[in-house]
């Protein structure tokens, strides 16, 4: 299906006996693979509020006098896009097995601030565009921008950003309304049937951008002004003319805000999007925007060969509020039908997770298994335990890091580990209101403590066997034994082939796993969890550690 370079990842070094007198070490390599592709099917997703993450520079903090007093984590924290590259420089994400990074909104935001609940609000979150050709300076720069891409590629990991085509930012008294030919401002949604999810704004004072709208439209006045203002009218005037007489799209609202975020990946190759408030755009939007992504995206190829990670195509994965596994391809507004993965989508967030992860393992395993080999077949779920707007995630209180890590990370279909996850963030923060807190600054403070660590550790491991083994994510399951829990996942690509089999909630000490057939007689494999080997005996393993989870992978040798 894709074609890569011939490459040879090498996981682990261990060596097996030592000759002191003359050095001489003998030493045997785990071959992870040949060939071995990056599937989104089965990826390893960061997701982090850009704001919240991690500051990297600390002179852009403040831009368009920002400086009211808000309501709790409802202002700018200082989180940047300088942030994110310096982790990953760091080899953070490397560590956590982590291969794709969706990051919230870098547009530039309202400047004003919004009065809600308690105080006042601004858009940190990057959710509330007031120009979408411009990156806020409270995040950074486009070169920033630029070398967060391309140093994530060089790692080897794929950037989602996140994309709003359903609104504008809310109007102040620094940000005025774009006017009736772009937007609504009521009725509010009651989300009763179709016309009032789409057709109406999400809450009072977010103007609904109206994408159902076949109407031409000019550029907002505010908008050509502030473009005149920083001298770059004619430029974006002239870009927006070439893409409409390019593409033979007509100049809608919708198709406006389609060239503006396709440029992104024209530009700078960004990977993928991930769609915010997707059921509230009319669906034939998604395919537009679809279309033109993958041809932008095969134009930087094109244009930038040596940079290319692969031959994957653009991947586009979507936010359907309330969207669950268990609705195969069909979202149902009551009195319409949607299949949201025939206009454009490869991913629907999957809501369903944090309900089945009350349950055992293999209940869970093999109902996704089940689906997505059969009904979304080709497509995929992305799964979740916490989220920036979910106020009820698996494990609120973080009392089951260790839990959440394994079945969220072992679970078919791609993971989403969002940002603390990893190290047990707290989720519920004294004074705050709403979705605010879930979205605290990220721990590192309190990182290096032994508890933290041991749960990172816990996570980075299972996540670098995600990331190393596609049939994790995107392959067929099937339990080996019940008691102990025993089961493996098989994943074939062209010439490529990757197989492993897992054991959970095991007895600590001795214990001796059926692999069934899946190792040849005599194979040595590695417990990519506690990092010791073991043999193939009569379709069994024996293993003496005091871990209660065993990842046992191929070993080969190699000269």
């Known amino acids: 299906m894709h074609h890569v370079l011939k490459i040879i990842l090498i996981a682990s070094i261990f060596a097996f006996g030592a000759c002191k007198n003359e050095g001489h070490r003998k030493k045997e390599q785990i071959t992870k693979s040949i060939s071995k592709p990056f599937v989104w099917e089965g990826a390893n997703v960061y997701f982090l509020l850009t704001d919240r993450f991690n500051n990297g520079d600390p002179s852009n903090d403040i ?65 509330w565009a007031k120009d979408w050709t411009a990156l806020d300076p409270n995040f950074g720069t486009y070169t920033d921008l630029e070398n967060m891409v391309s140093t994530a590629h060089e790692h080897g990991i794929r950037l989602i950003m996140d994309v709003v085509l359903n609104h504008t930012g809310p109007v102040t008294e620094k940000d005025p309304f774009w006017g009736e030919n772009w937007a609504r401002q009521q009725p509010q949604c009651t989300y009763e049937n179709y016309d009032s999810t789409v057709e109406c704004t999400l809450v009072a004072n977010l103007p609904d951008i109206k994408t159902n709208s076949e109407k031409e439209v000019e550029i907002p006045p505010f908008l050509a002004e502030k473009w005149q203002n920083e001298g770059r009218y004619e430029q974006e005037i002239e870009e927006l003319d070439t893409f409409f007489t390019t593409t033979g799209l007509s100049k809608t609202p919708s198709n406006y805000l389609i060239k503006w975020v396709t440029d992104y990946v024209r530009d700078l ?111 995929s779920v992305l799964n979740y335990a916490t989220s920036h707007d979910d106020g009820d995630p698996f494990d609120k209180n973080r009392e089951k890091p260790y839990e959440t890590g394994t079945k969220l990370l072992l679970t078919p279909g791609l993971s989403q580990v969002y940002y603390g996850d990893e190290t047990a963030r707290d989720l519920t923060i004294a004074g705050t209101e709403g979705d605010a807190t879930l979205r605290s600054f990220m721990n590192w403070q309190s990182i290096d403590s032994t508890a933290t660590q041991n749960i990172l550790k816990h996570w980075q491991k299972l996540g670098s066997f995600r990331r190393n083994h596609p049939s994790i994510g995107a392959g067929e399951h099937q339990m080996i034994t019940q008691e102990p829990y025993v089961f493996y996942r098989s994943f074939s690509q062209g010439n490529y082939k990757d197989e492993v089999v897992v054991g959970l909630d095991l ?7 059926k692999t069934s057939t899946i190792f040849p007689e005599g194979s040595r494999l590695h417990d990519a969890y506690s990092g010791t080997e073991t043999v193939v005996k009569d379709q069994k393993v024996t293993l ?16």
């Open 63 to 127: 831009h368009f006098d920002r400086t009211k007093t808000t309501g709790k984590l409802r202002g700018f924290k200082g989180g940047d896009i300088k942030g994110i590259t310096e982790k990953i420089e760091e080899g953070y994400f490397d560590d956590l097995g982590i291969n794709a990074i969706w990051f919230t909104p870098i547009v530039e935001q309202i400047h004003g601030a919004v009065n809600e609940g308690t105080g006042n609000t601004y858009g940190y979150h990057g959710y």
């Open 269 to 379: 190759g960004i990977d993928a999007y991930r769609v915010d408030t997707a059921k509230h755009v009319n669906e034939e939007v998604w395919t537009v925007l679809k279309k033109q992504a993958t041809t932008a995206f095969t134009e930087w190829k094109k244009a930038n060969p040596d940079k290319m990670l692969d031959d994957n195509r653009f991947f586009m994965l979507g936010e359907v509020y309330n969207y669950s596994i268990n609705n195969g391809r069909n979202y149902d507004f009551s009195d319409k039908t949607v299949d949201y993965y025939a206009h454009g989508f490869d991913n629907l967030i999957n809501f369903q997770f944090k309900y089945d992860a009350t349950g055992d393992y293999e209940t869970m395993f093999n109902k996704y298994d089940s689906i997505l080999h059969n009904s979304l077949k080709e497509k």
């Open 544 to 559: 003496n550690t005091s871990k209660t989870i065993v990842l046992l992978e191929k070993m080969s040798p190699i000269p």
């Open 507 to 513: 007895p600590k000490g001795k214990k001796t796993l």
